[in-house]
């Protein structure tokens, strides 16, 4: 079978699974399992491929919806190609907001030292790192699979002012923290997902307690103890009142809140405290 033949094979097999995007998955998948780029596909399209088994063994995964993602173990971030394994959730476009959102924060107060929590695949402190090279970031995380998708990353992007620790929050974190920064679980347990997110990414970095809003209450706490002066964070389109309520009752006055592409409130950052 030629490569052209198989992309055809794999974009009828994932279309009658009800993949949206059949011929360009077909194509991504073939290029990672031939380990070619895309235009070297279409100038070797008559050439036989290796392995036809291999490929059809990729495109049954994606046909039970399995993330591609995890198939190919990348995701494309802020225009950069990132590692994501399996167990490490997987990067979001809306998550490039909140990155936008920092790096608005950090060039009006000159600030110099940054905290993430939560850090999963690495996405925002490797993508802040290279914007900032003169930033000092710790970022951590409770999962050893977090962790280890972070140093590949770290590693790949040749970034040198990361900080990782594997630790719940800022657990044994001493040093002066000016701004805060997570894209924590915030969904409510009780909220039924799509299959390729419900049973493929990790429930630990997905769902909260407290209708989801649990973690992001005690970030704001966090936050407050710690003196830290800026907090931003990522959260659900159904969580602004119930959190203006929590920074209200904490005493925080400056704050605000923005939407994502469709127009849905998904996130917020805080003015906490002046060191």
Not at 225 to 236: N, R, S, T
């Amino acid at each position: 079978m030629t490569i052209k033949e198989a992309i055809v094979l794999g974009r009828t097999k994932l279309a009658n699974s009800g993949i949206q995007r059949p011929l360009l998955e077909a194509e991504i998948l073939i290029s990672y399992q031939q380990e070619m780029d895309r235009v070297s596909l279409i100038l070797n399209e008559n050439k036989k491929i290796d392995d036809i088994d291999g490929y059809l063994s990729l495109i049954d995964r994606r046909c039970n919806q399995e993330p591609i993602e995890y198939i190919t173990n990348r995701a494309g971030f802020y225009g950069m190609d990132f590692i994501v394994h399996k167990g490490v959730l997987i990067p979001r476009p809306e998550t490039e907001i909140l990155v936008d959102k920092v790096s608005q924060i950090i060039e009006k107060n000159s600030i110099e030292y940054i905290a993430e929590v939560g850090v999963g695949s690495g996405i925002i402190s490797v993508t802040l790192a290279l914007k900032f090279p003169h930033l000092k970031i710790v970022a951590t995380d409770i999962s050893d699979k977090a962790i280890e998708n972070t140093k590949a990353n770290i590693e790949k992007f040749k970034v040198d002012n990361i900080e990782l620790k594997h630790c719940s929050m800022l657990d044994s974190i001493d040093s002066k923290i000016e701004l805060l920064v997570s894209n924590p679980p915030y969904i409510s347990p009780d909220v039924s997902l799509e299959k390729c997110v419900q049973e493929y990414e990790p429930h630990t970095a997905l769902f909260a307690d407290d209708r989801g809003c649990l973690m992001l209450k005690e970030l704001i706490d966090l936050s407050i103890d710690k003196e830290i002066a800026f907090l931003a964070c990522e959260m659900g389109y159904d969580q602004k009142d119930e959190l203006s309520k929590y920074l209200q009752s904490k005493g925080i006055k400056e704050y605000s809140f923005y939407k994502d592409y469709a127009g849905l409130d998904r996130g917020f950052t805080a003015k906490i405290s002046i060191s």
